[in-house]
T-cell receptor, first 111, second 110 residues
Framework: QKEVEQDPGPLSVPEGAIVSLNCTYS??????FMWYRQYSRKGPELLMY????GNKEDGRFTAQVDKSSKYISLFIRDSQPSDSATYLC???????????FGGGTRVLVKP | DTAVSQTPKYLVTQMGNDKSIKCEQN?????MYWYKQDSKKFLKIMFS???????INETVPNRFSPKSPDKAHLNLHINSLELGDSAVYFC?????????FGPGTRLTVT
């Protein structure tokens, strides 16, 4: 079993819908949680990062962390075709720089 | 003015060959990384350097040898390439919590 689990999708939604993504993890030592977006044949780009439990909002994106359930989520409001990409969750412990990634969820937003 | 750049972008080579991938960052970050992304999009860290010092060395065959001539550069040399080495290799750099990735090098071993 991988330390970080993420449904590979694809997740297909109509334009304007809310996209809901999530990851579960097994290591309670993870303290920092990130979401990356990766377009086809490009490098991952950081969208959001949160520390410990709670919510964080940035424009159309909201990240949630529930450490008690070892569950993190990313919501994309008013989704656009340009949001079509693979979304990767990542997390790390309090000390050190090593990120552990989920396998990514492919999202398709249809016009 | 690309923040993290890698060369080459594509690399096709035969089994048994030795090849190198180069990475440069102009962000002034102290820490650089090499990741491998397989065909299922699973991204896994291989190495990390902080100010030219190796700080992360995951379970990677010793055919892979990173080298950091200075804190802005991190190269990856691969000896005796195998079919299973085919993947996309990403370089990244960070200062504090945010890691910035390069565009990737798509390695195909035939």
């Amino acid at each position: 079993q991988k330390e970080v689990e993420q449904d590979p999708g694809p997740l297909s939604v109509p334009e304007g819908a809310i996209v809901s993504l999530n990851c579960t993890y097994s290591n309670s030592a993870f303290q920092y949680f990130m979401w990356y977006r990766q377009y086809s044949r490009k490098g991952p780009e950081l969208l959001m990062y949160t520390y410990s439990s709670g919510n964080k909002e940035d424009g159309r994106f909201t990240a949630q962390v529930d450490k008690s359930s070892k569950y993190i989520s990313l919501f994309i409001r008013d989704s656009q075709p340009s949001d079509s990409a693979t979304y990767l969750c990542a997390m790390r412990k309090a000390a050190g720089n090593k990120l552990t990634f989920g396998g990514g969820t492919r999202v398709l937003v249809k016009p | 003015d690309t923040a993290v750049s890698q060369t080459p972008k594509y690399l096709v080579t035969q089994m048994g060959n030795d090849k190198s991938i180069k990475c440069e960052q102009n962000l002034g970050h102290d820490t650089m990384y090499w990741y491998k992304q397989d065909s299922k999009k699973f991204l896994k860290i291989m190495f990390s350097y902080n100010n030219k010092e190796l700080i992360i060395n995951e379970t990677v065959p010793n055919r892979f040898s990173p080298k950091s001539p200075d804190k802005a550069h991190l190269n990856l040399h691969i000896n005796s390439l195998e079919l299973g080495d085919s993947a996309v290799y990403f370089c990244a750099s960070s200062q504090n919590n945010e890691q910035y990735f390069g565009p990737g090098t798509r390695l195909t071993v035939t």
